[in-house]
C-alpha cells in the first residue's frame, strides 16, 4: 500500500513560482514506480500534467512544458513538480499519484493523494 500526501500548494500572482512536494507516507516507490502529477480546475476534467518513470525519465503535457519540472528523490520519498512561470489557468487542485509502471499504460494510476490547492491570479 502506497500512501502519498501534497504539501506546498497556496495564492500568487501571475509569473510567479511554486513548487510542490508529494511525499510517500508508506510503502517503497524506489523501483518499479512511475509516479505523476494531475490537476483539476472547477468545472473541468482531471488533467494529467507530468510524469515520471522508475529510472528518472520525464513527460509533460504541452501546456505546461518548458514551465514546469518534475523530479524526484528517492532518499527522502518525495516527488517535486517545481512551477515556474505561473498563468491564471493553472489554477487548479493538484494531485500526485503513483503506480507500478507495468499498470500505467492499462490501468492507470491507482495511488492518489488528497490534493494542495494552486490559485493563480491576474
Known amino acids: 500500500q502506497v500512501q502519498l500526501a501534497e504539501s506546498g500548494g497556496g495564492s500568487l500572482q501571475s509569473g510567479g513560482s511554486l513548487t510542490l512536494d508529494c511525499a510517500v507516507l508508506?510503502?517503497?516507490?524506489?523501483?518499479?514506480?512511475?509516479m505523476a502529477w494531475f490537476r483539476q480546475a472547477p468545472g473541468k476534467e482531471r488533467e494529467w500534467v507530468a510524469a515520471?518513470?522508475?529510472?528518472?525519465?520525464?513527460t509533460y503535457a504541452d501546456s505546461v512544458k518548458d514551465r514546469f519540472t518534475i523530479s524526484k528523490d528517492n532518499a527522502k520519498s518525495t516527488l517535486y513538480l517545481q512551477m515556474n512561470s505561473l498563468k491564471p489557468e493553472d489554477t487548479a487542485m493538484y494531485y500526485c499519484?503513483?503506480?507500478?509502471?507495468?499498470?500505467?499504460?492499462?490501468?492507470?494510476?491507482?495511488?492518489w493523494g488528497q490534493g494542495t490547492q494552486v490559485t493563480v491570479s491576474a
Open positions: 499519484a503513483a503506480a507500478i509502471c507495468a499498470r500505467v499504460p492499462y490501468y492507470g494510476y491507482n495511488y
Open positions: 508508506s510503502g517503497d516507490i524506489t523501483h518499479f514506480y512511475c
Open positions: 515520471i518513470d522508475s529510472d528518472g525519465s520525464t
